[in-house]
């Protein structure tokens, strides 16, 4: 049983396919070349960097491997300029083939030095964290971070394959689990109600981990995201910022409490909760869709409220987002279960007023 | 009087603007836009920094500036990430310009933060050396080096405007004007044999640097590199690979002399005699262009031989090139004057005995 979904980019189509077990068969999936460069960090090196290896025997000449340390830390420029160095090492040269083994730091960073080592080339994830498999992996944003904001230097660089195994879930942690069912929970609420409906309804499986389930519900979000990354692939016609609901309070909530304090999906909880509260306030959700993801969130055992009072400095970093355009501070918002809207951020005034729900003021 | 070479892209198709004294009227010739960051190395800077801010007043709400040193080692890993720094801390977004006032080290260093700063942000080139002229600010490479290779690390991504003032050349020192016109001289070698005899008949009026038949000069140069990139924009069909005449020898030496010890054109300039005295060594060229192309250079002032012997150093440096591609050593070697041809290197032993006229074996 596989799913295949496509991704009809217009210059350079490719297919996500999602099938249970296929990291011991990935031979047949993926493509041939002289050289493989498996870009993976340690804690999934541990447990699948030698099965890929030898599974990919057929396919590379040449299989070489670069491991960076787990975490959010590793989406740093000297983490890039050391990967750099490595596969200058190596001799990497346009024939060879990158392949992305790991979670979003891991598909972001190797994502990045294949758009840009020898001026780009090949690039093939095989994602392993939730987060991953349902939302990083597919679209083509690569990137590291800068001290001063997330994700801030990067390319859009479309891999020429997706191969997505549920079964290697059943070894993430259960926060990295949890963590990434916040972007599962994301797209139903900004695009699909039936979706989001079906999760809530789902709650024990979820948790369980059934892996037939699993299978579906990821392959659900990886059309979802398809669609929209087809529609707008560079992020120019304003389609694809839907996707950013909850990200730009997400992405001040990492920088303010350092990355890695929060992960990625725990971060984008509670700054999708911002938004649809914030939403709620000025006026603009037409439903109870505020209580039905806080609750669905919850549910999911994602956090929705912060710690601490850090609110002018979330502020702040929220106006270094990349979202800013023109000086000018936008945000999704929630119209209704399904739909979501970009707006121009109320006032200052209005925003802290509203993250005031959200913070230990003690 | 100014010349407009247009860059027929099949995606964004853009025009170089050739114009002595444009540089004073640069208002009418760009976009507007909120904020433009003008990134230029401090040489540059004392001459037309403050020209062309001043210029560009009407055109941006907002006008910063970015100055790195002067020389190839600005283009590094290091010096790419503090201006990644300053863009963020300016506040730059995808609302944002580009301006890259400088040579080619500005060039594809602003170049590479354009295409990777929020993911890609608008580029405008204003060359301001021969060789950025010519060359490295049409056609959409930008990037820097590693310690090990040169241009490892980049990208393609086109310019929305080129806009060249032949009468700056006016304050370029001798040597970098010199060492630019190694590229001029290699367009006539590669494709337009036409050109390379006017050039053989006008070395006089070329050092005098009359603005009149500079103009002419770079206009044609612009006109022969656009016809290559239009026909291969990003380096997959072969086509494009002929301006890489000279350019593995060239780089090899840059890199094992030390970048900045050789200027890039100083380099390329005896690349470009290596290739010639190979391909007749190797019984591939049919006229006398090599003698031709050795009067030439030598005429200009470039030099065509090299203080001593590291062969087998530039011979493993010509390995980590990469113009390898599976492993295969390749060469733009010359037929004849106006007609090059890409080649598999032969041995390493032709390699090094061709290179021996080239070395002071004492």
């Not at 002289?34 to 290896?53: E, F, G, K, N, P």
Request: hydrophobic share 45%; proline share 4%.
């Amino acid at each position: 049983m596989h799913t295949l979904v496509p991704v009809d980019l217009q210059t350079e189509p490719y297919t996500i396919r999602i099938e249970a077990g296929v990291l011991s068969e990935l031979s047949r999936c993926l493509p041939s070349a002289a050289q493989a460069v498996v870009i993976s960090d340690t804690q999934v090196a541990d447990h699948y960097l030698a099965l890929v290896c030898e599974c990919l025997q057929e396919n590379f000449e040449r299989i070489d491997t670069i491991t960076v340390p787990v975490g959010e830390s590793s989406k740093s420029v000297e983490q890039a300029e050391s990967v750099w160095n490595q596969l200058a090492e190596l001799g990497t040269d346009r024939a060879s083939v990158i392949i992305a083994l790991g979670g979003g730091v891991v598909g972001d960073l190797a994502g990045f030095a294949a758009a840009t080592f020898a001026r780009g080339i090949q690039l093939i994830q095989i994602p392993t964290s939730l987060l991953a498999q349902v939302d990083s992996s597919v679209g083509g944003k690569v990137g590291i971070n800068l001290p001063s904001a997330k994700n801030m230097v990067g390319a859009f660089w479309q891999p020429s394959h997706v191969v997505i195994d549920p079964s290697v879930l059943n070894t993430l942690d259960e926060r990295n689990y949890v963590a990434g069912l916040a972007e599962v929970a994301k797209y139903g609420v900004i695009m699909d109600a039936a979706f989001l409906e079906m999760l809530e309804n789902r709650v024990a499986r979820i948790h369980s981990r059934d892996p037939e389930f699993l299978s579906e519900m990821i392959a659900r979000c990886c059309q979802l995201k398809a669609q929209v990354v087809v529609e707008d692939e560079r992020e120019t016609t304003g389609r694809r910022a839907i996707l950013n609901y909850g990200h730009t309070f997400g992405h001040a909530i990492e920088a303010v409490y350092g990355y890695g304090e929060y992960l990625h999906g725990e971060a984008i909880s509670i700054g999708m909760q911002m938004a649809a509260e914030l939403s709620a306030e000025i006026g603009m959700l037409k439903d109870d869709l505020s209580l039905r993801q806080s609750q669905l969130l919850q549910d999911l055992h994602l956090p929705v409220r912060l710690p601490d009072d850090r609110r002018l400095e979330l502020l702040e970093a929220m106006k270094k987002d990349k979202k800013v355009n023109a000086g000018q501070l936008r945000l999704i918002l929630p119209e209704q279960a399904g739909f979501v809207k970009q707006v121009i951020a109320p006032s200052e005034q209005t925003l802290l007023s509203c993250m005031e729900a959200f913070v230990n003021t003690d």
